[in-house]
């Protein structure tokens, strides 16, 4: 659906409304849900439009949340924190993303935030998984969920576990935000479900006072949850299915859905996700990314159509890091991978292999073309073969199910001697050949990029593998989001316009804003950053006069 400009009236109360309240939410996600509870909580009332039947990218994630510095849940499993140290690791993280005082406080109250969450009935536990994954197995809640014990964040932070995943099976973020909608159903909260916000309402003083949506009738909305069904993160080669669903869900609410209009007499907040549904606004940012779109795998909802961006451009916000995305190379599981080392069309290696997965990616996504090889012997594919066909269900399904199709179909190639590996790749093999000695010959030293002592052994053998993990891959599954957002002010969350004055009664949360996870992402850091900036802007709406 096309994002309209701005429709301005003169009189707020003399405008023809066709509903009324003090704050509206745009999208229900987990942004979104947290936005209404906590205006909600502060006296307002509050009405969720979204887009679908809520759940937003959310609801298909992990379900973990970034949170320490001593919640009750690292002290029942033993792990010591503190905001000071949580703060001191997150700045290597995020960046000049936010400001050091956002940052302490971010860190500051996240045992409250957790505490909240529970309050809401999302539930926790203290089961510890101390080895290195991107996602605990099954029966496992507290993780290290990005690079706290490597050694250049570890000589800066003191490591602690961080990652609290909710409990639940499989991929738990359906937990997560179900506990939240459930939470939201209690209060009482309007929900106005398959009615996407296509346009703003704004006063002559440039102020934000409602919102126009195109609601579809009863009638269309089964058909309409169908397509979006459709799109699920998780399902391989999606981008044919995602295109048709989001072309036949824009022609059924172009065609089938009426125009509403509501007065939000304090707000408005925008927390409709990202934009990886957007080949358009793909292209424009991020044009390598959006040319290879099909060896993707999306991490988010068809709702993610930068539809809440867009609605903030109208209305004269301006955007930040719009060309920055979240792309995920899973190295463990199998864990077997990390004693590898990746190479690029240079045949150098490149990155440290144990870094966490977009750490990994932004360093693909760097070299010439994309392009990169896991080398590794055969004694560690085998066993990483081994641990993808022992592990779990959940396990095999996201991960282990993943890494040995890119095995059997993403051009892996066999060789007896490293140089012939490189020749079957296409690299020069006496490149790649000083590379893997250079390598092996660090075995009692430190190494260049940090790799952790316990996932460095020398590559020697009778055989050798090249994996292929290239961006191009389409059997490499990158895993994709949208990090860049609006800008807001970091007190408020309301949206900045032009020398950063706030736009009066706009406000924006989750992936639609810039945040703490803008630069660079860790896992649980979005939700955090959902839960943080969601109760920020229906905090400050709510008590707007």
């Not at 996700?273 to 080949?279: C, P, V």
Request: net charge positive; charged share 20%.
């Amino acid at each position: 659906m096309p994002i309209l400009p701005p429709i301005i009236v003169e009189n707020a109360n003399e405008a023809n409304w066709d509903a009324e309240t003090d704050v509206a939410i745009v999208g229900f996600g987990g942004a979104g849900a947290c936005a209404a509870l906590e205006a909600h909580e502060n006296g307002a009332k509050v009405m969720i439009l979204d887009r679908f039947a809520g759940g937003g990218a959310t609801r298909f994630s992990g379900g973990v949340i970034y949170a320490g510095g001593g919640t009750r849940i690292q002290r029942e499993a033993g792990v010591e924190d503190t905001p000071e140290e949580m703060a001191r690791y997150l700045r290597l993280e995020v960046g000049d993303a936010v400001s050091p005082d956002l940052l302490r406080r971010y860190c500051e109250g996240s045992r409250a935030e957790l505490e909240w969450l529970m309050k809401q009935g999302v539930p926790f536990d203290s089961s510890f998984y101390k080895e290195k994954t991107v996602y605990p197995p099954e029966g496992y809640f507290l993780q290290y969920s990005g690079n706290e014990k490597s050694p250049a964040f570890a000589s800066v932070a003191k490591p602690a576990a961080r990652g609290h995943r909710t409990v639940g099976t499989g991929f738990s973020g359906y937990v997560f935000y179900d506990r939240l909608r459930e939470a939201v159903e209690r209060a009482g909260i309007k929900i106005l479900e398959h009615s996407p916000v296509t346009r703003l309402v704004m006063d002559a003083a440039g102020r934000v006072i409602g919102i126009e949506a195109r609601s579809l009738d009863q009638n269309r909305r089964r058909l309409h949850q169908k397509l979006f069904a459709k799109v699920d993160p998780m399902t391989p080669f999606n981008a044919g299915p995602a295109a048709r669903s989001s072309r036949e869900t824009a022609r059924l609410e172009q065609d089938h859905a009426h125009a509403i209009r509501i007065r939000a007499r304090k707000g408005v907040v925008l927390a409709t996700g990202g934009f990886s549904h957007n080949l358009d606004m793909l292209k424009e940012n991020v044009p390598f990314i959006a040319s290879n779109i099909r060896a993707t795998m999306r991490m988010a909802s068809l709702g993610c159509n930068g539809s809440g961006h867009r609605l903030g451009l109208s209305a004269g916000g301006r955007t930040r890091g719009m060309d920055r995305v979240y792309l995920g190379r899973v190295m463990a599981p199998p864990a077997p991978y990390l004693r590898g080392i990746m190479v690029n069309r240079s045949g150098e290696r490149f990155c440290s292999e144990d870094a966490y997965n977009s750490i990994l990616g932004a360093a693909i996504l760097a070299q010439p073309e994309g392009a990169a090889w896991l080398i590794l012997n055969a004694r560690d594919l085998h066993a990483a073969v081994r641990q993808c066909l022992l592990s779990g269900w959940a396990t095999f399904r996201y991960f282990g199910g993943a890494a040995l199709l890119n095995l059997l179909f993403g051009r892996t190639r066999r060789a007896r001697s490293i140089g012939a590996l490189g020749g079957k790749i296409g690299l020069d093999p006496a490149a790649l050949e000083n590379s893997v000695a250079r390598y092996n010959q660090t075995m009692g030293a430190g190494d260049a990029f940090g790799k952790l002592p316990e996932n460095r052994v020398p590559i020697e053998g009778a055989s050798f593998y090249a994996v292929n993990f290239s961006i191009a891959n389409i059997f490499a599954f990158s895993q994709l989001f949208t990090i860049g957002g609006l800008l807001v002010d970091e007190d408020s969350g309301q949206v900045l316009g032009q020398g950063d004055e706030p736009v009066q009664g706009l406000y924006a949360a989750g992936r639609t804003a810039f945040g703490l996870c803008s630069n660079q992402y860790v896992s649980g850091l979005s939700i955090g950053d959902c839960v943080f900036s969601g109760r920020r802007a229906g905090r400050h709406a709510a008590s707007t006069s």
